[in-house]
């Protein structure tokens, strides 16, 4: 067991040094590496595979709600970049500029896209006309680049992957309507494929997407107490169909703009399945996202007999639809155990000789570890029972967490006191101005996270928890990746 | 049916222009669009949906033979791509440079990956010490920029879609025989799922990839009687390992050089499609990549009945894995099947009053235009089968075309005749000399396509078509895309 505890000990205590166990089991578990790109991160095979899951379960659920997928150029002109005031503002401070083609200047500089909207919005002018033109529910998987200083896998790199689904409506109606169904899809994503609890919410103007009149995101905790933004959805109502000319002759034969949405998610999503459900001897994947969902482990694998049950199991896994392989490496038993708790396989199945006698398999749980002893002409359905109470277990696991750790603060001392010593959101009553959102974060780093959906109202007579006047509403704040 | 006519007479008769009905096909079928910036296309949501299918399929394919997914960053510092000489004299003069990141110049531009071999041999150089580590077989999906100065939609544009492949392996053998399995791995699947023909073979030197030792292609023939190389797969050697280092312990204990493969297959695969199989009406979709195989289209819709007949035909066909759709407009039959040809639909179902009384629809292939009579109990079976014989049917078809295109030339007026009235291929014996490659292209604008497996022995005794000296080879010959 000595290469087992090697293994294992190589991993930061997360309690210890939240960050340095984020960097070590990104590491470990293989799902990212490093290039002589600076800022930029190589997804490895394990680390791929994860968002390959993402993308596929995601992308269903858009289809099944009219989304067809397009895809746009990853250049976008200078002059259509600045055609939006704010969104310009907002993005031109970040991007990477493209000036030369082969060994020519360009007349016109070029940046790489850090989202769509502007080219978008430049295809929609183009294509829509008529009442009959609408809506258009677009949406592209594609990789974004954003220059930041510094950098964290999956958080925060230059070039991240993501997808940003652009729609325009004939109505303020329906381009808000599809702005809430898809904060939908993607809250209900995580809650039930990533087992991710989030707070459905709105966002204050100060944190609103560049050009955008309203924001909604989803925000979960990650066990260090932090807020992970985790998708967000905007209605852009007619502000960028404004700038660009996109027009329509309605039913009524009048001209008018159309009503537009965006929508994004991204890699980050990762980096919160390591943060939510990760544990001290690596990544614990929840089933349904899981690449490998089962490993089947052969004790004493050269002894008659055991190599063919094991990979009997693993085909019965197979064929019940259960993402499924063995591990017949020349490692040791118990180094194999800590190798799949450190990927963060959901089960395990080890079996040997003495299983095998009595015809039975031991099932072993990455979240809990509880084993279960079962009759292997069983195995598939047992072990299919089993992945579902594990991603239903790990859901309330979750849950139970986020929810111990919202507090509420009344006062300025409360919040700070909470800042300081209560990780998780905090629910505080807002007077709507910027200024004491900034106030705030110069004081606590907090920021406001959302105005939660059904929790947004200030109590009766509420005030300020930063300035003292009269509450408009109930924030959700945090500190936040 | 003036409506009709008048949407198939917007494209323009393929044996009149085929480069203008090229052009018609690809806008009238909405498969690409155009932006505002220069020579790169959208891939509208049409386009989008057949490079779905073809990814998907292909990478079902690469993953049974053990391909991994990764992603790599699309920046390529300039120190990195000039490592590999030959590398970096194919790819410098046409691609894109990054220079400033926000407002800040970068210290070393990057350019925009054209290919990213030099990439992969920097992550491989980090990550391969021992024999243990091989092999690699990794793949991503991603775009890659190279500055063309003419572009087209799909063949020939700044930005498209591709996979590539990297591998490394521990022997020359085990290189070699990577390179070929990938290569029967792209020629199986432009055959079974995309019915189109190829010629399988290698490269001459002259014609092969910056960097590599042996590059084979597959070459598929257009309607106008041109090539279009439609995937190629390239044996490195340890080329690129000496340039970057990338050695590792074997179980000799001896340190050895790797031994590398890159392929990859792009979006001007659909490009191949529409080309081989699209006629005067538009375009013509093999079934197994076409992602609407069926268009239902109710006769006298309003009449009672008929909806719900064309909805039961749509759900049974759905049902049975068929993609299928029901076209419930406003616009006359006439219309829908003008618009269902355009847009490729392999097959439509047709069904009125009249058929209801017999309780039969009427199946036409969009292939050959065939109608059959059919009873709508039966009539997902009868789908399904007749897909199955429209997919077999267009290879045959493309493949006797191809076959009644290939001439054989000995003397080089009898290859100037065929390159100026024979469109195709051209079968040739050749000196194994560039300069008589230069010269054929110069006097005839053909290249040499590839030397085929099995078929690239030079006759016994034979000479060059150029020179006339003693042949080395027998070569295909073609003008091409």
Redesign the interface.
Same mark, same amino acid.
């Given at each position: 067991m000595a290469q087992e505890k090697k293994l294992v000990e190589s991993i930061t205590s997360r309690d210890v040094d939240f960050a340095q166990w984020y960097t070590d089991v990104v590491k470990k578990a293989e799902l990212t590496?490093? +290039? $002589?790109?600076k800022g /930029?991160?190589?997804? *490895? !095979?394990a680390g791929? &595979?994860i @968002? =390959?899951n993402i993308r596929n379960e995601l992308d269903r659920r858009f289809k099944e709600t009219g989304v =067809?997928?397009?895809?746009? !150029?990853?250049?976008?002109?200078e $002059?259509?970049l600045n055609k939006e005031k704010d969104h310009v503002e907002g993005f031109a !401070? =970040?991007? &990477? @500029?493209? +000036?030369?083609?082969?060994?020519t200047e360009l007349q016109e500089?070029?940046c790489?896209r850090p989202t769509s909207e502007t080219?978008f919005c430049?295809?929609y002018a *183009?294509?829509i006309h008529s009442y009959r033109d609408l809506p258009k529910i677009?949406n592209q998987w /594609? $990789?974004v680049?954003r @220059?930041e200083k510094t950098t964290r896998p999956f958080l925060r790199s230059? =070039?991240f992957?993501w997808q940003e689904g652009h729609t325009a409506h004939a109505t303020a109606e329906e381009a808000e309507a599809r702005t809430e169904q898809m904060l939908n899809v993607y809250a209900d994503f995580l809650e039930d494929y990533l087992a991710i609890p989030v707070v459905r919410g709105r966002k204050t103007d100060k944190e609103k997407f560049a050009g955008a009149e309203a924001t909604y995101t989803i925000e979960a905790l990650m066990h260090d107490g932090k807020a992970l933004q985790s998708g967000t959805s905007h209605n852009f109502g007619d502000g960028f169909a404004r700038a660009f000319g996109i027009q329509f002759a309605d039913k009524d034969n009048q001209l008018k703009y159309v009503h537009q949405t965006s929508w994004g998610m991204t890699t980050r999503l990762i980096g919160a399945i390591i943060m939510v459900h990760g544990d001290d001897s690596g990544l614990v994947l929840p089933p349904r996202v899981a690449p490998t969902q089962c490993v089947v482990i052969p004790i004493r694998q050269k002894a008659e007999g055991v190599m063919e049950k094991a990979d009997e199991i693993n085909a019965a896994l197979k064929a019940a639809g259960i993402r499924s392989k063995v591990d017949d490496t020349d490692r040791s038993p118990g180094w194999k155990f800590a190798d799949q708790e450190m990927r963060g396989f959901p089960m395990r199945i080890e079996v040997g000789p003495k299983d095998i006698e009595k015809g039975e398999c031991v099932l072993v749980r990455r979240d809990t570890r509880e084993k279960y002893q079962v009759k292997i002409e069983h195995v598939a359905e047992e072990a299919a029972k089993l992945l579902e109470t594990i991603q239903k277990d790990m859901f309330e696991r979750a849950k139970a967490f986020r929810d111990s750790h919202i507090s509420t603060a009344v006062t300025y001392d409360e919040f700070r006191d909470a800042a300081d010593n209560k990780p998780g959101f905090i629910r505080a009553a807002w007077c709507g101005e910027t200024a004491c959102e900034d106030q705030i974060k110069a004081d606590t780093t907090c920021t406001s996270r959302c105005m939660a959906f059904g929790d947004d109202e200030a109590p009766e007579g509420a005030v300020c928890v930063c300035c003292g006047k009269p509450a408009k509403k109930l924030v959700y704040w945090g500190k936040a990746y």
């Amino acid at each position: 067991m000595a290469q087992e505890k090697k293994l294992v000990e190589s991993i930061t205590s997360r309690d210890v040094d939240f960050a340095q166990w984020y960097t070590d089991v990104v590491k470990k578990a293989e799902l990212t590496g490093y +290039t $002589s790109v600076k800022g /930029c991160m190589v997804f *490895k !095979p394990a680390g791929y &595979a994860i @968002w =390959e899951n993402i993308r596929n379960e995601l992308d269903r659920r858009f289809k099944e709600t009219g989304v =067809e997928n397009v895809y746009l !150029p990853m250049f976008i002109p200078e $002059s259509l970049l600045n055609k939006e005031k704010d969104h310009v503002e907002g993005f031109a !401070p =970040e991007v &990477a @500029w493209v +000036t030369y083609g082969g060994l020519t200047e360009l007349q016109e500089r070029m940046c790489v896209r850090p989202t769509s909207e502007t080219l978008f919005c430049d295809l929609y002018a *183009k294509d829509i006309h008529s009442y009959r033109d609408l809506p258009k529910i677009y949406n592209q998987w /594609c $990789s974004v680049v954003r @220059w930041e200083k510094t950098t964290r896998p999956f958080l925060r790199s230059r =070039e991240f992957l993501w997808q940003e689904g652009h729609t325009a409506h004939a109505t303020a109606e329906e381009a808000e309507a599809r702005t809430e169904q898809m904060l939908n899809v993607y809250a209900d994503f995580l809650e039930d494929y990533l087992a991710i609890p989030v707070v459905r919410g709105r966002k204050t103007d100060k944190e609103k997407f560049a050009g955008a009149e309203a924001t909604y995101t989803i925000e979960a905790l990650m066990h260090d107490g932090k807020a992970l933004q985790s998708g967000t959805s905007h209605n852009f109502g007619d502000g960028f169909a404004r700038a660009f000319g996109i027009q329509f002759a309605d039913k009524d034969n009048q001209l008018k703009y159309v009503h537009q949405t965006s929508w994004g998610m991204t890699t980050r999503l990762i980096g919160a399945i390591i943060m939510v459900h990760g544990d001290d001897s690596g990544l614990v994947l929840p089933p349904r996202v899981a690449p490998t969902q089962c490993v089947v482990i052969p004790i004493r694998q050269k002894a008659e007999g055991v190599m063919e049950k094991a990979d009997e199991i693993n085909a019965a896994l197979k064929a019940a639809g259960i993402r499924s392989k063995v591990d017949d490496t020349d490692r040791s038993p118990g180094w194999k155990f800590a190798d799949q708790e450190m990927r963060g396989f959901p089960m395990r199945i080890e079996v040997g000789p003495k299983d095998i006698e009595k015809g039975e398999c031991v099932l072993v749980r990455r979240d809990t570890r509880e084993k279960y002893q079962v009759k292997i002409e069983h195995v598939a359905e047992e072990a299919a029972k089993l992945l579902e109470t594990i991603q239903k277990d790990m859901f309330e696991r979750a849950k139970a967490f986020r929810d111990s750790h919202i507090s509420t603060a009344v006062t300025y001392d409360e919040f700070r006191d909470a800042a300081d010593n209560k990780p998780g959101f905090i629910r505080a009553a807002w007077c709507g101005e910027t200024a004491c959102e900034d106030q705030i974060k110069a004081d606590t780093t907090c920021t406001s996270r959302c105005m939660a959906f059904g929790d947004d109202e200030a109590p009766e007579g509420a005030v300020c928890v930063c300035c003292g006047k009269p509450a408009k509403k109930l924030v959700y704040w945090g500190k936040a990746y």
